[in-house]
């Protein structure tokens, strides 16, 4: 079964502080990882996925297959990056996106 | 280019009631899907199109759930005999054939009376 955990639910860093916003997988296979990002008022948008190995608004997310992680890191936070996050995976040969919970990430001033 | 288009942003009706939602994905976006997403949750999936194709759907897409994308253009998603937890957030994104990642509209949000 395709699932995707994020444990926390609500993240609270204060600015300039690292961030990690954790997510572990369970698919049997090859699957593609994406981060979305929810900004307030604003529509679901990605924020980066593993194939590319970019660098977006300074996050990065390395995907750890022996550990089944995903996890989004940053090392200095922003107020601006307060927002929902939601990991996500879709499938070999698979259209859907399966996504976690979500962590919502408030940065303190 | 505005994005995936949907309507009405929100939706109020008594229980028992149909209701139809519609989606306008990014031109040119072969594949079209749908998303149900509740308080505290992520999105979940419901169904997708490949053109006017629809080829894969969920099984929370109960008899009371149909979705039709006629010429592959937009599509509509309606709910029958409408439930109180059939209240959600009903999203719609949109991509391309090739490998590109899926672009979401702002959703309709549905409230059962």
């Known amino acids: 079964a395709q699932r995707v955990t994020q444990p926390e639910k609500l993240l609270s860093v204060f600015k300039g502080a690292p961030v990690e916003l954790k997510c572990n997988y369970s698919y049997s296979g090859s699957p593609e990882l994406f981060w979305y990002v929810q900004y307030s008022r604003q529509r679901l948008q990605l924020l980066l996925r593993?194939?590319s190995r970019e660098s977006i608004k300074g996050f990065t997310a390395d995907l750890n297959k022996g550990e089944t992680s995903f996890h989004l890191k940053k090392p200095f936070a922003q107020e601006e990056d307060s927002a929902m996050y939601y990991c996500?995976?879709?499938?070999?040969?698979?259209?859907?996106?399966?996504f976690g919970q979500g962590t919502r990430l408030t940065i303190n001033p | 280019d505005t994005g995936v288009s949907q309507n009405p942003r929100h939706k109020i009706t008594k229980r028992g009631q149909n209701v139809t939602f519609r989606c306008d994905p990014i031109s040119e976006h072969n594949r079209l899907y749908w998303y149900r997403q509740t308080l505290g949750q992520g999105p979940e999936f419901l169904t997708y199109?490949?053109?006017?194709?629809?080829?894969?759907k969920s099984r929370l897409l109960s008899d009371r759930f149909s979705a039709e994308r006629p010429k592959g253009s937009f599509s509509t998603l309606e709910i029958q005999r409408t439930e109180q937890g059939d209240s959600a957030m009903y999203l719609c994104a949109s991509s391309p054939l090739t490998d590109r990642p899926q672009h979401f509209g702002d959703g309709t949000r549905l409230s059962i009376l």
């Open positions: 199109f490949q053109n006017e194709a629809q080829l894969e």
């Open positions: 996500a995976l879709t499938g070999q040969g698979a259209q859907k996106l399966v």
């Open positions: 593993h194939i």
